[in-house]
């Protein structure tokens, strides 16, 4: 994966949100009810980008690693 690859995800992932219009930055889903992805349907792109943006910093460090 070149830098290049790694810039066109990051513009992706900034394309969604960061936070959920209604629970701002916790989108994590409650405990104690039925499995959700996120906090509410308004939050999942938030959520989505959250692993995005996680998974997208394991690869850059492996690129420069490797």
């Not at 701002?24 to 995005?52: H, M, S, V, Y």
């Given at each position: 994966m070149?830098?290049?690859?790694l810039?066109?995800?990051?513009a992706?992932?900034?394309?969604?949100p960061?936070?959920?219009?209604?629970?701002?930055?916790?989108t994590?889903p409650?405990?104690g009810l039925?499995?959700?992805?996120?906090?509410?349907?308004?939050?999942i792109?938030?959520?989505?980008?959250?692993?995005?943006?996680?998974?997208?910093?394991?690869?850059?460090?492996e690129a420069?690693?490797?």
């Amino acid at each position: 994966m070149t830098a290049q690859h790694l810039a066109v995800i990051r513009a992706a992932l900034e394309s969604l949100p960061a936070q959920c219009r209604y629970h701002g930055e916790n989108t994590d889903p409650p405990d104690g009810l039925f499995r959700r992805e996120a906090c509410c349907d308004t939050g999942i792109p938030a959520q989505r980008r959250k692993a995005a943006e996680q998974a997208l910093h394991q690869l850059s460090t492996e690129a420069r690693a490797g």
